[in-house]
């Protein structure tokens, strides 16, 4: 099984600061099996980002994926008051998916 | 509009069973691959299993295997998962979510969810 861990597991950070999030995988991730959630309290998680770096329909051009390998990357260029969330990044191999632990970003 | 409803979570006892529904709306059932993902009281997400359009795919994760049963009745646009021999750290809420296979098998979209509570 493929465990994804990302950093940090809080993120303090003001509106209009840039955030940059984290998920490592425990071995290699083909990218386009690597997805990224954004969860608010109460609700349903959303998907931002499949393919590691393709946005899915709706979302701002504000949030990007990157990375490749074990490392890939979720950056949110300019934090708006409703970007503060839960987020998670997802993969999908060998006949199962696995989601990493989350990062809650928080205004700091 | 996408709508994924899910039904049937409780309040049921250790080896005990329930069966939860999605009843799915907005779009053709049969052409999709669908999941179940449930996420623990303040904790993360775990998929929990996998059913492709057909019916001819199915996976589980290893916490479910030989417990929990996906199905599908695309005719009921309705998707489904019989657990059995429940267990307390089965206790979570559970979302149906539609998975786009040429997108790099994302779940593009969640219902609202519905809770499990196992507990005597």
């Not at chain 1, 109460?42 to 990007?64: E, W």
């Not at chain 2, 303040?42 to 492709?52: T, Y």
């Not at chain 2, 307390?88 to 499990?116: K, N, S």
Request: aromatic share 12%; charged share 20%.
């Amino acid at each position: 099984e493929i465990v994804l861990t990302q950093s940090p597991g809080t993120l303090s950070l003001s509106p209009g600061e840039r955030a940059t999030l984290s998920c490592r995988a425990s071995q290699s991730v083909d990218s386009y099996y690597l997805a990224w959630y954004q969860q608010k309290p109460g609700q349903a998680p959303r998907l931002l980002i499949y393919g590691a770096s393709s946005r899915a329909p709706g979302i701002p051009d504000r949030f990007s994926g990157s990375g490749s390998g074990t490392d890939f990357t979720l950056t949110i260029s300019r934090l708006e008051p409703e970007d503060f969330a839960v987020y998670y990044c997802q993969q999908y191999g060998r006949s199962m998916y696995t989601f990493g632990q989350g990062t809650k970003l928080e205004i700091k | 509009e996408v709508q994924l409803v899910e039904s049937g979570g409780d309040l049921v006892q250790p080896g005990g069973s329930l069966r939860l529904s999605c009843a799915a709306s907005g779009f053709t059932l049969n052409t999709y691959t669908m999941n179940w993902v449930r996420q623990t009281p303040g904790k993360g997400l775990e998929w929990v299993s996998h059913i492709s359009s057909s019916s001819r795919t199915i996976y589980y994760a290893d916490s479910v295997k030989g417990r929990f049963t996906i199905s599908r009745d695309n005719a009921k646009n309705s998707l489904y998962l019989q657990m059995n021999s429940l267990r307390a750290e089965d206790t979570a809420v559970y979302y149906c979510a539609r998975a786009r296979i040429l997108d790099g098998h994302t779940f593009d979209y969640w219902g609202q969810g519905t809770l499990v509570t196992v507990s005597s």
